[in-house]
């Protein structure tokens, strides 16, 4: 069992930065691909952004390649999403995922095991 919570959301003006934090408690951080997803009002959950176990590999969407960046810190059971150069399309609520089995290829929900509540994050244009 793996608990991840989730902090870092917020207000923002469109171009400002966020940083997003997901602490897990339980079993082994470091044996877990971890995830960030978002959803939307209205919208589907989407794949945000992966990394491998030992933070060697990322995989984005192609939506937030060059302003987010996932990363990990495995002494610290957490992992990051760095928001850069925010848009109004970004707004939604983030949850991170740990995926047990699979690899920073795992897109789909079905595909983690464990989720956070989720953090808002708006950004107003």
């Known amino acids: 069992q793996v608990q991840l919570v989730e902090s870092g959301g917020g207000l923002v003006q469109a171009g400002d930065s966020l940083r997003l934090s997901c602490v897990a408690s339980?079993?082994?951080?470091?044996?877990?691909?971890m995830s960030w997803f978002r959803q939307a009002p209205g919208k589907e959950r989407e794949f945000v952004a992966a990394?491998?176990?030992?933070?060697?590999?990322?995989n984005y969407v192609d939506s937030v390649k060059g302003r987010f960046t996932i990363s990990r810190d495995n002494a610290k059971n957490t992992v990051y999403l760095q928001m850069n150069s925010l848009k109004p399309e970004d707004t939604a609520v983030y949850y991170c995922?740990?995926?047990?089995?699979?690899?920073?290829?795992?897109?789909?929900?079905?595909?983690?095991?464990?989720w956070g509540q989720g953090t808002q994050v708006t950004v107003s244009s």
């Open positions: 995922a740990a995926d047990l089995y699979g690899s920073t290829r795992s897109r789909t929900r079905g595909s983690y095991e464990y």
């Open positions: 990394i491998s176990r030992n933070g060697d590999y990322t």
């Open positions: 339980g079993r082994t951080f470091s044996a877990y691909v």
